[in-house]
Structures are given as C-alpha cells and as structure tokens.
C-alpha cells in the first residue's frame, strides 16, 4: 500500500514545474493577441486592405490549427528522446519565432500580403503545436490527479482547466492592457519583434525541462501512428463523443461572424482610438478570467448541456444589441460609443470562447486513457475550422448585403441574421451528454 503521505509528496514535487511550464505556456498564448492586434492594424493601414480580405485573411491564417489531431497523433506516438510532451512545446515556441523575428526584420519592400500570410501560417503551425502538447498534459494530469486523489475526476480535471484558462486570461488582459498604447506609439514590427523575442524566451526555457520531472502517466507501451489513429477512430465513433463534438463544431461554423466589419466600423467609420480598443480587450480578458474562477467555484456541477446552451442564448442576446449600437439607438440614450466597444463589443467577443471551458472538461471526462493528446487536439481542431467557416460564412454575408469599407447600411440586418443563426443550434442541443461519469478503456 502507498502511503498518503507519500502520493502527496510526489504530487507537490511534480505539481511546482508543470505549473510554471503550463502556466508560462498558457499565458504566452494569450498573451498573442499583441501581435495579432498589430496585424490587424498592419493590414489595415500598411497594406491598405478592405474589410472582407481581412477577415478572410485572419481566417485563413487559423488554417494550422485544423491539423491539431495529426499533431496529437504524432504527440501521443513519436517520442523524442523519450519525451513526448516536452519537445514539441520547444518546436511549436521555435517556429512562433521564426515567423514572428522574420516579419519584424524584412526589409519593407519585401513585406506583401502572400508573404504576411506564409508567416502567420507558419506562427500558427508553431501555436497549434504547442497547444495540442499542453492540452494533452492538461488532460493527462486531469486524470492521474484524479485517480491519486481519490476525488472525482470532474473535480481534478476542472481545477486544472481553470488554472491554465486563467493563466492564458492574464496573458491576454496583459497584451491587451499595453497594445493599444504600443499601436500609438511604436511600429506594428517593432511589437512583431517583442513577440518574437517573446516566445524565443519560451522556447529557451522549455527545452531545460525534463518530461520526467512533470510526472505524467506512464504508458505501458509505446504505441504507433497508424495504431493510434486506429484508437481515436475508435473513440470518435462513441455516440456521447461524436455527437458532442459535432454539435459543439457546428454550434460555432454556423453563425456567420463579422468581424472584420466590425473593426473597420469601429476604427474607420466611428474613429475608435486603438486605446479604446486595446481596453475593450482588456474588459474581455479580464471577463474570461472571471468566469474561469465563477465556473471553477460554482459551476462545475452545473450539467453541460444546460451551461452550454445558457450560453448561446445570451450570445444572440448580445448581438442583437449590436443592431441597436449600429443604428446609433444607444448614442441616443447618451451611452457613449466608446463605452459600449469597451463593456458589451468585449463581452460579445469573448463568449464565443466561454463554452470551451466547460466543453473541454467534458471531454476530459469522456476521453479513455492513453487518447488524450489526440481527442483534445480533434476538439480544438474543429473548433478551428468551425470558425474558419464561420468566418468565411461572414464574408459571404456582407457581400451580399454589400457592406463595405464606406458604406455600412446593410450591417443592422447581418447582425440579425447572425443572431437567429446563433438560436438555430439549440434544437439540438441534447446532442450534449448529461452523463458526467468518465469513461475508460476496456483491456
């Protein structure tokens, strides 16, 4: 028999490294919305380009993260130097880098739109990477800390959830905190370079740590790529999981997001300052990180289903407040258009996300051992593409409506339209499992 005093002893000498390696990790990928931030008004202003290309090139730029589950696959079976983890949070730290210092040092003449979007795709590739290897360490933590505890697995797994979520919240009201004074004030590629040098630093650090020290789970055997995608095709094909995951997909690629419409509404046609915007971020962020400790305290036993769908109602509750915002029925009231974008445009923004948190320890819970990498980088990949095909699904509209840079009457009806198009998914939402007990994998 193990003794307790024994399990808790190894629990504290692996808990101190994973968090900081986690905690560092998750706050430098939210901490990327100040570069992003910067292209946007890179794009905007140095390349000149209109409101469509710009969304369709942010969404084409989240391309890579559509690969997630051949890079969980290959995570969850390549090792490296016996480590499966650890290594490809360096190479997805070593790629952000390079794309990121080569934008901020090209010569401009040399600076286009085909060679921005080669670099974004490659910071992406480099993002995608190293979130799939920290999602898996989350998950895999999730239910080792569950079954040493002796707690239910519900409880493990949200805790660390909410750490990491809240450690990628802080990073982004961070970056949003200090972008919107660094637009006024220094070059889009000087805040490329610090970005750059940013996740150099991550890299650096990462490869001093040994995967052994983080106490994962052993396997019991090292497993192959084509035995691994033979295991995920396995769990995909459970009814609770596919059914989930194809709801939660769609849920997101069926709203037809406009984006970018709202930004050049916002900065070309009401003059927002980049600061107000920066603070809108920042209210978003700290929002994100709020309901990361509400949803840790108080929610955890809320179904998902219910918490989820909750959700969605108050998105298209929210959009339809934009119809107001745009048509000026606020700035009538006397609410200032700078106070909206700070409190309700922010808000907006961020529950898009909000049903992630809870949709992630779901599928902690109903992922068998030993497929973690690979399931939780299925999620985030169509989540990827869903948004993807949200975004395109945006450009459509706005082109048929024609809203364009200079002229915006057509965008009250796209936002009611993007509103009832936001309720369509609650018709199934039973698709959403109630069922909170973990599943394992029969021997």
């Known amino acids: 028999m193990v003794s307790t005093s024994g399990a808790t002893d190894r629990k504290g000498s692996t808990e101190i490294p994973i968090r900081r390696l986690l905690g560092f990790g998750f706050w430098v990928q939210g901490f990327r919305c100040f570069p992003w931030m910067a292209v946007n008004f890179f794009l905007k202003d140095g390349l000149n380009v209109d409101p469509s290309t710009l969304q369709i090139l942010q969404n084409s730029a989240n391309l890579p993260m559509v690969g997630k589950p051949l890079y969980g696959v290959v995570s969850d079976a390549v090792y490296i130097s016996g480590q499966h983890r650890v290594p490809y949070i360096a190479i997805g730290a070593l790629l952000q880098a390079v794309s990121w210092l080569a934008i901020a040092v090209l010569p401009t003449s040399g600076i286009s739109i085909s060679t921005m979007s080669l670099y974004l795709l490659l910071s992406n590739l480099g993002a995608s990477i190293a979130e799939v290897a920290n999602d898996a360490i989350v998950a895999e933590m999730g239910k080792e800390g569950g079954a040493s505890s002796g ?255 200079n002229d915006f009457s057509g965008f009250p009806l796209a936002l009611l339209i993007q509103a009832a198009c936001t309720l369509v998914p609650l018709y199934w939402s039973s698709c959403i499992p109630d069922d909170k007990k973990p599943k394992t994998r029969k021997e």
């Not at 150099?200 to 001093?208: L, N, V």
């Not at 769609?250 to 009401?270: C, D, E, K, N, R």
């Not at 219910?306 to 934009?322: C, G, N």
């Open 151 to 405: 707690k239910s697995q519900s409880s493990s797994s949200g805790e660390l959830q909410s750490f990491v979520w809240m450690a990628s919240s802080i990073g982004g009201v961070i970056g949003n905190l200090v972008v919107g004074v660094a637009i006024s004030r220094f070059s889009p590629r000087s805040m490329f370079l610090f970005f750059g040098l940013l996740v150099a630093i991550q890299f650096f650090i990462t490869i001093t740590v040994s995967e052994s020290s983080l106490g994962l789970p052993k396997s019991s055997s090292k497993v192959g790529i084509r035995k691994q995608l033979s295991e995920l095709s396995v769990v995909l094909r459970k009814p609770e999981i596919a059914y989930a995951i194809g709801w939660f997909a769609a849920s997101f690629a069926i709203i037809p997001v406009l984006t970018g419409t709202m930004f050049f509404y916002q900065t070309q046609h009401l003059k927002i300052d980049s600061t107000i915007l920066g603070i809108s971020k920042v209210f978003g962020q700290a929002a994100m990180l709020l309901w990361s400790i509400i949803y840790n305290g108080r929610l955890k036993s809320v179904p998902q289903r219910k918490l989820i769908a909750a959700i969605q109602v108050l998105m298209a509750v929210f959009m339809v407040s934009d119809v107001l915002f745009v048509r000026g029925i606020y700035r009538e009231m006397g609410v200032p258009d700078s106070f909206y974008v700070v409190i309700f445009s922010s808000l907006l923004e961020v529950l898009f996300f909000f049903k992630i948190l809870p949709f992630s320890v779901l599928m902690a819970q109903l992922c068998p051992p030993g497929c973690e990498g690979s399931l939780m980088a299925f999620v985030m990949s169509a989540i990827a593409l869903a948004f993807i095909v949200s975004g395109y699904l945006g450009v459509a509209l706005a082109s048929y409506l024609g809203i364009t840079e």
